[in-house]
């Protein structure tokens, strides 16, 4: 009866302690998959409270693409300023929360909308000439990461 007791012992610790150590270590990456989904999730509610600002103060033109200057009044210059504060915050949070240098697939992808975002932006003039600005004080490799993307997208442009 001993002997069957070590044998089965024996087999939990030979089979049963490998599986466990798998099932752990997939509870653990399907936990940061998790994890890694619902900040993803929050930072792009917060772009899309960010777009209904925008929206809010339709008379800053923010949303127009086509690259015709319009004259705002002092007032429209400091709320467009501010908005771009909190855009380049809202970016900032999402570099420092999302992007790694070596993303695996699945961040990768949740970090490319970003970077779509971010782009999209930065060919705007306004925003540009606004950005060195709103970067002061910034996290710096955020800093050198957004400046990458600007003149990047200068060069992409005509």
Same mark, same amino acid.
């Not at 009044?73 to 999302?98: C, H, M, N, P």
């Given at each position: 009866?001993?002997?069957?007791?070590?044998?089965?012992?024996?087999?939990?610790?030979?089979?049963?302690?490998?599986?466990? !150590?798998?099932?752990?270590?997939?509870?653990?990456?399907?936990? $940061?998959?998790? =994890?890694?989904? =619902?900040?993803?999730?929050?930072?792009?509610?917060?772009?899309?409270?960010?777009?209904?600002?925008?929206?809010?103060?339709?008379?800053?033109?923010?949303?127009?693409?086509?690259?015709?200057?319009?004259?705002?009044?002092?007032?429209?210059?400091?709320?467009?300023?501010?908005?771009?504060? !909190?855009?380049?915050?809202?970016? =900032?949070?999402?570099?420092?929360?999302?992007?790694?240098?070596?993303?695996?697939?699945?961040?990768?992808? #949740?970090?490319?909308?970003? %970077?779509?975002?971010? $782009?999209?932006?930065?060919?705007?003039? %306004?925003?540009?000439?606004? #950005?060195?600005?709103?970067?002061?004080?910034?996290?710096?490799?955020? +800093?050198?990461? !957004? +400046?990458?993307?600007?003149?990047?997208?200068?060069?992409?442009?005509?």
């Amino acid at each position: 009866m001993r002997e069957t007791w070590e044998v089965l012992s024996y087999m939990v610790t030979v089979v049963g302690l490998p599986f466990a !150590i798998a099932i752990f270590i997939f509870e653990q990456r399907r936990e $940061r998959q998790s =994890e890694e989904e =619902e900040i993803f999730q929050r930072l792009s509610d917060e772009y899309r409270e960010f777009l209904k600002l925008v929206l809010d103060n339709s008379d800053l033109h923010l949303l127009r693409f086509d690259g015709v200057p319009h004259e705002l009044t002092e007032d429209q210059k400091e709320r467009r300023l501010a908005i771009f504060g !909190i855009l380049v915050s809202l970016f =900032e949070r999402a570099y420092l929360l999302v992007y790694e240098e070596r993303m695996g697939k699945q961040a990768r992808r #949740l970090w490319q909308s970003w %970077e779509d975002y971010m $782009r999209e932006w930065v060919r705007r003039s %306004e925003f540009r000439d606004a #950005l060195p600005g709103l970067l002061q004080g910034e996290d710096p490799d955020f +800093t050198a990461y !957004i +400046t990458r993307l600007v003149e990047v997208e200068r060069r992409l442009q005509p």
